[in-house]
């Protein structure tokens, strides 16, 4: 046996701590790929596995002549019933279900406007077509039948006519207007 001193100790201890840091990252390297190769094996045997259950679901609906979708609609109709016809809760929830149908339905149906009261409109298309200071208020008459507006009277001037005409037919609720308007 042989006796290294000083700095030939040196090299050699780094020699060998260099020998067992490269042999440690072969280690290290060689373990990564086996876990590599195994997280692959696993992923093709699940893909495997999902094949073959939906050749077997396939093949099942082939050969009785369902699809795949009628078996799914068929189930699904089949947890409604469960859900609606059980005993002990069933009437209670058709109920529930029943209500908040029906009071969606009346809260998105468009309400109605309810008829127009003819002098309550009258007094509408009064204020509009009067409401300017040079308007003919004494020599017009406004009457309303059915939401139809009727103006009879005499106007000084034929274009007072015709704003009186599109004045009445701007109100809210009037389904038209019948002039029978003069000049003198």
């Not at 699940?46 to 068929?74: C, E, H, L, P, Y």
């Not at 406007?113 to 409401?131: C, G, H, M, W, Y």
């Amino acid at each position: 046996m042989k006796i290294i001193s000083g700095a030939k100790a040196k090299t050699v201890t780094g020699a060998v701590k260099g020998g067992a840091s490269a042999f440690g990252d072969a280690q290290k390297q060689a373990r990564e790929t086996v876990d590599d190769a195994r997280r692959q094996a696993r992923r093709q045997v699940t893909r495997a596995r999902i094949a073959a259950a939906r050749a077997r679901a396939t093949s099942r609906t082939k050969a009785s002549g369902i699809s795949s979708k009628a078996v799914g609609a068929a189930g699904a109709a089949g947890l409604v019933a469960g859900y609606f016809l059980d005993p002990e809760s069933g009437k209670r929830r058709r109920h529930v279900v029943k209500d908040r149908a029906s009071g969606l339905i009346r809260r998105t149906a468009a309400p109605e406007k309810p008829p127009t009261n003819d002098q309550a409109l009258a007094e509408r298309v009064e204020s509009e077509i009067f409401q300017p200071a040079d308007a003919p208020k004494g020599s017009v008459n406004v009457n309303v039948e059915h939401g139809i507006v009727y103006l009879r009277g005499e106007v000084e001037r034929p274009d007072q006519i015709r704003q009186l005409i599109e004045q009445a037919g701007s109100v809210d609720g009037v389904a038209g207007v019948e002039s029978l308007l003069r000049t003198p």
